[in-house]
């Protein structure tokens, strides 16, 4: 789930390849021993599984070159490739049990959201209006309220085009339950 989270979140794929973008080595060697746990749990080989610099120069990638990886996901309806705007979380992950969810929902949030402490908010944007929905149903499981919003906002890949975002906030008394459950 931990891993899942990062690779929807962070990561970029092909049929035989996973890399997830990250500036922290550390949290990167995390999400490296997770896919290692996976290879153990699940059998499959995950080939090569090295941290390098991005050609930007600027963030660190884990690669995981693994078929098998990507075999074992797409038998459960993981759909690879998909551009930030068309991913989804596959059925499986909305169906996992409620640890598991949270752990999903760690990683996921630990990626992409940020606290602005002025505002009291956790913030969480997405290309995809169907992530954030999927979003807002799991944090709803936990008693969690996100309000959601439309707004235009520049992707951080470099290309300075606005497009549409989709933002979920949770605050107030969803924010202490999110603290105490997630």
């Known amino acids: ?19 997830i973008t990250q500036n922290d080595i550390k949290t990167l060697e995390s999400v490296k021993k997770c896919a290692i746990n996976v290879e153990k749990q699940y059998n499959v080989e995950m080939n090569s599984m090295s941290i390098k610099k991005h050609s930007n120069g600027k963030a ?29 979380f596959p059925i499986f ?19 992409e959201a940020f606290m602005s402490l002025k505002e009291g908010v956790i913030e969480i944007s997405s ?20 309000r959601l919003k439309l707004k235009m906002k520049m992707a951080t890949n470099g290309k300075r085009i606005k497009r549409p ?3 979920g906030l949770i605050s107030s008394h969803s924010l202490r339950i999110f603290k105490k459950e997630i």
């Open 1 to 19: 789930a931990y891993l899942l989270g990062w690779q929807i979140s962070e990561g970029y794929e092909n049929e035989k390849y996973v890399g």
């Open 60 to 88: 660190n990638v884990l690669h995981i070159g693994s078929t098998q990886y990507v075999n074992l996901l797409e038998k459960y309806g993981y759909v690879f490739g998909m551009r930030s705007a068309h991913k989804r």
């Open 93 to 111: 992950i909305m169906n996992m049990p409620m640890e598991n969810i949270k752990i999903f929902l760690r990683a996921y949030f630990d990626a």
């Open 127 to 146: 290309a995809s209006e169907v992530i954030i929905k999927q979003l807002d149903f799991l944090c709803r499981l936990f008693g969690i309220n996100m």
């Open 165 to 167: 975002y989709y933002i």
